[in-house]
């Protein structure tokens, strides 16, 4: 089999493939980003939750 006889709609699902490939690498990164952040912003989160629960035992609201 010769390089150039390959059918166009071989090298179209090809292409194809690799666009979803890139598309899915992608998102996977803005995930991985976003749960980075996530965990990056995990201390502030419980430093705040920590002072809304003493305040909340203050006012004897808890």
Known sequence: MNRAEIDTDDLLKVVLLLIVVWLLLEIVGTVLEVAF????ALPTLIGIALVVVIALHLTDRI
């Open 37 to 40: 952040w996530l965990l990056d």
